[in-house]
């Protein structure tokens, strides 16, 4: 079955720190370009961050020096590394095969004092 699951969101303090998972099945992972995104209520979902084959990243202007996109092969895994988070981050995380109408279920991020 083809599939990705999140994992790893939680409630964090402003300025804390959250890693996020997102292991993939059914697919060569290996080869795509793999996306985080997020949502909150009433706006439109948005790119966070990609990670290309090669390790090439790019992330979105409001996270850039914060958050870090890595994966790892061997795994079948993404990551995204959350840092200095803001109230602002508070939203759902979305992994997704770049290029295929691929998602996971996210996984909720709150920051809040």
């Known amino acids: 079955q083809v599939q990705l699951v999140e994992s790893g969101g939680g409630l964090v303090q402003p300025g804390g720190s959250l890693r996020l998972s997102c292991a993939a099945s059914g697919i060569t992972f290996r080869i795509h370009t793999m996306a985080w995104y997020r949502q909150v209520p009433g706006k439109q979902r948005e790119l966070v961050a990609h990670i290309s084959p090669g390790s090439s990243t790019t992330y979105a202007d409001s996270v850039k020096g914060r958050f870090t996109i890595s994966r790892d092969n061997a795994k079948n895994t993404a990551y995204l590394q959350m840092n200095s988070l803001k109230p602002e981050d508070t939203a759902v995380y979305y992994c997704?095969?770049?290029?295929?109408?691929?998602w996971g279920q996210g996984t909720q991020v709150t920051v809040s004092s």
């Open positions: 997704k095969v770049l290029t295929m109408n691929l």
